[in-house]
């Protein structure tokens, strides 16, 4: 009787890891892609073999990345085309990249953006030839008066008609001196309010916002779908230091409008490359990260 108990139950163990396994196997890849300033020292090391760099994120789970080198109409040195052959090469969509050029002082006095309007346009044509969805601004100067920052916004606003012509979308990425006060108002704030929907986007780094002592979430509800992109980081790798609440968070990711998610990584201890690894790891088990980016 016992022996026959034991083979029952041995049974219905081969059965249940047998259904779990084909589970897994029917359940669609979830879309996860990386900021490639998250392993710049890698990227650096190899000498730009972005060969290498892209084989390793597409074995780790990584289906897209966010560029962080374009210059002299390149991207790590790469004209746009190659940079597009060689991440799809592996797998890897090629869907926004961090780049500026933001206004000088004469400039913001002036109200003329007709130079910066120049720089995008080759920008935005380099961008479009390396098939990406999204263009970020990752960085602006908290300005001394909110007049200033009113020129800025005006200045989003006509760059995100460029990319909007091009099909391409345009946005700003946060850090924590956003979540401050530029006169009377929240800085990141300001912002969203002041420019069009249809035109600028913003792609909100979970961390900075944390550590700014503001909530991901209340900015979901206060401003909903404004944020098709995220900024999943941490303290250390993604999930590790209990410091950010993620489940929450993806719980109002419809109510936010966000489209992609993308992971960068603040510090990790191991190399760059262990902590991307992490990451993805954390996030594909992650019950609460759905499989419906990028889609």
Known sequence: MTRNIICALLLIGAIFTSCTTAQKASAPKKEIS???????DTIARSGNNLDAIFKGLAEMGYTGIEAAGYGGGKFYGYAPEDFKATAEKYGIKVISSHCNRNLTAEEIESGDFSEGLKWWAQAIADHKAAGMKYIVNPWLNRPATLKELKVTCD????????????GLKYGY??????MVNVENRVMLEYMIENTDPELVFYELDLYWTVMGKKSPVEFFEKYPGRFALLHVKDHREVGQSGMVGFDAIFKNVATAGVQDIIVEIEGCKGTTMDGAKVSINYLLDAAFVPATYGK
């Open 155 to 166: 200045y989003f606003n006509e760059i995100g008609k460029l990319c909007n012509a091009a």
């Open 34 to 40: 990386i900021q490639l300033y998250s392993i710049r």
């Open 173 to 178: 990425h946060n850090h924590s001196h956003e």
